[in-house]
């Protein structure tokens, strides 16, 4: 953490790192779209629309892991004043709204033929709505502000304060009846997913981490760079304006 | 570094009294926040006839008569209290007896069910058919069940199955 | 294969998002870089030691 306070260590480093993790990405997704799409057994209940689950239960997770991210940015950006941590919270938030967007269009493709509608206004499926708008008005709040700097802290209070849904979100299934059935695989008595879904989930989930962790480290360059250019462009018109 | 601390403890405060008022609304709020209601409330709470709720709970075995048409009559269960309902137009794929399902209307005049919507609502349970099969025909489906809804069986009283 | 047309709808609009994100990333990243390239071309140097501090990234 504390080598990695310098930018330029920082884009060093993520230049590295890059290709092997990309490299990693495809071979996981390659696995991971076999394996669910060809070499898992239909659903004794659902039949192949489980296949749905391979794309929709990762995204979803990523929906809070890349919020979980937003948070930790944000404690580091008001307690330890981190240079990197406004940058990390900014790049990973649209790729959090991303994921987001795609576990409610997925989870509506699967609710359709499954429960017979798209969309209830049910406590997990709603609190997941306002996820993905949480997301969006940090997004906007960035864009509010002329000058980073001056967006960091007020969006790193709001993110913090968004951070209160992810509870929300995952317990919503245990704390009240909700249309959406309870979790399957992250619950304190094991898996309720027999292996050979199972399997095909975690190695789609990897993949979807390691995407994740490419695009953000990228996300985090090109922020970097634009803050740079645009402290050059600042600094180039107070030289190039008269003195007042 | 006691900058950094008190930084710290001010968020660590602001987030216990957040998560305090948040935890209260939503108390304060259950009621409206449960998506369904089991048969056991609707007895309980003695629902009017005509007001809209939603039905929820497992068709139960042996209930399912299909009327003229794509007219349908079932019995939504809790394993305690039972509701007839009818309803007419299209059933999801997964309705079927002993499945989790919510219906949303509202009771005549008799206490029979009329419902407008019917969806399905499935257990977090996957697994092939033939490991399904094995499991029935070891006879260790009905432990399998339970387990299942053991998480549902704490919501029992709160409204679950 | 059952439901055919969900499974490859949510494999497409998957494959769709995930798309836009890895071009958005990679043509953001080459606004960027070029715009760097520009202001250096004008003679603007992150490492010019003349010129007044203060950059932050």
Known sequence: ?244 | MTRKQRRLTLIAAAGVVLASAIGLMLVAFQDSIVFFNSPSEVAEREVPPGERFRLGGLVAENSVMHGEGTEVRFAVTDTVSEIEVTYSGLLPDLFREGQGVVAEGALDGNGLFVADTVLARHDENYMPREVADALKAQGHWMDEAEESYGSGGAQTQEGGY | MTYFGYVLASYLVSAGVIAALIAWVVLDGRAQRQAIEDLDRAGLRRGDRSAPKGERP
């Not at chain 1, 779209?33 to 990762?58: E, K, N, T």
């Not at chain 1, 997301?135 to 802290?153: N, V």
């Not at chain 1, 008595?189 to 199972?198: K, V, Y």
Request: aromatic share 12%; with cysteine; hydrophobic share 60%.
């Open chain 1, 1 to 244: 953490m504390i080598a990695l306070a310098n930018p330029t260590r920082f884009l060093k480093l993520a230049a590295t790192l890059l290709p092997w993790l990309w490299g990693a990405t495809a071979i996981a997704f390659a696995a991971g779209l076999w394996l669910g799409l060809f070499a898992s057994p239909a659903d004794y209940q659902q039949g192949d629309s489980v296949r749905i689950m391979y794309v929709h239960v990762p995204a979803a997770w990523m929906a809070m892991f890349v919020y979980a991210t937003i948070a930790v940015s944000a404690l580091g950006t008001l307690v330890w004043r981190h240079p990197l941590a406004d940058v990390s919270a900014r790049a990973a938030a649209p790729i959090g709204a991303a994921f987001t967007l795609l576990a409610l269009v997925t989870g509506a493709v699967w609710g359709k033929p499954m429960w017979g509608t798209w969309w209830v206004w049910d406590a997990r499926l709603t609190s997941v709505l306002v996820l993905f708008l949480i997301y969006l008005g940090l997004i906007a709040l960035w864009h509010a502000f002329d000058e980073p700097s001056r967006a960091a802290r007020p969006v790193a209070i709001l993110s913090l304060v968004g951070a209160i849904n992810l509870p929300i979100i995952k317990f919503s299934v245990d704390w009240w009846n909700t249309l959406h059935q309870p979790a399957s695989v992250m619950r304190l008595d094991g898996p309720a997913i027999h292996p050979s879904m199972l399997v095909p989930l975690l190695v789609m989930a990897t993949a979807y981490m390691l995407l994740f962790a490419c695009l953000h480290l990228m996300a985090m360059r090109n922020e970097i760079w634009r803050r740079r250019v645009r402290s050059l462009r600042v600094r180039a018109a107070t030289m190039l304006a008269p003195a007042e």
